[in-house]
């Protein structure tokens, strides 16, 4: 499969961003990532970044890692694209999967609740376009609405899914977008139906557990 899953929402929605909420002039300064910095630290079931500052956690037989795991490639997704994450929660009996991405915004780029959905929504059409390349234009895509979502320490948020079949197996892939000063955020998940499991549930919890901690200005 060439669907490059975990790159065409990150690439479509810096696209639309850069030509959106864009002011006169700056409104806040150069952002520096410093990439000697390492991801953050895992303990147990948590995670805590160093290089970005968030946390969340994962559900019993969930794992968290920094690096992606091997089946997400067998999935369809692109490795180029996983390289940009950097954090993963994922059920391993299951496959569904959980992804996070964080990109400093640019200095004249502002944000506001209105722009974050519709730059939400403007994402799908890359998404349909990619299942039905890979899957066939006639295969039956129901679209989320797209509304508001609600992330510790998030300002600004909204959340968009579609559900497809493919081999039998229900599968819901959903985005995040959003933005707390000074970075986008980046939130890419698909859910794997199968009989006996409450990934749905637990993806909800692993999203709760979501927590921006704004780092003190010196």
Do not use: H
């Amino acid at each position: 499969m060439g669907m490059k899953k975990g790159s065409w929402i990150w690439i479509t929605l810096l696209l639309f961003v850069s030509s959106a909420g864009c002011a006169a002039i700056p409104v806040r300064e150069v952002v520096k990532v410093n990439l000697s910095l390492p991801v953050g630290n895992i303990g147990g079931n948590q995670f805590t970044g160093i290089r970005y500052p968030f946390k969340i956690s994962a559900p019993p037989v969930w794992r968290i890692a920094t690096a992606y795991p091997k089946f997400m490639v067998e999935l369809g997704y692109e490795k180029e694209g996983l390289e940009e994450s950097e954090v993963f929660v994922f059920n391993p009996n299951t496959q569904s999967n959980l992804q996070i991405d964080f990109t400093p915004a640019g200095r004249y780029s502002t944000f506001d609740q209105k722009t974050i959905q519709g730059l939400t929504t403007a994402a799908l059409g890359s998404l349909k376009e990619e299942l039905q390349k890979d899957y066939g234009k006639d295969i039956q895509i129901e679209i989320g609405p797209t509304e508001p979502y609600s992330l510790k320490g998030v300002p600004f948020a909204a959340k968009k899914y579609a559900t497809y079949t493919w081999q039998g197996v229900k599968r819901e892939q959903g985005w995040i977008y959003a933005f707390a000063e000074p970075y986008q955020i980046f939130i890419l998940y698909m859910i794997l139906e199968k009989d006996g499991t409450n990934d749905r549930q637990d993806i909800k919890a692993i999203l709760d557990s979501f927590e921006y901690i704004p780092r003190e200005v010196k």
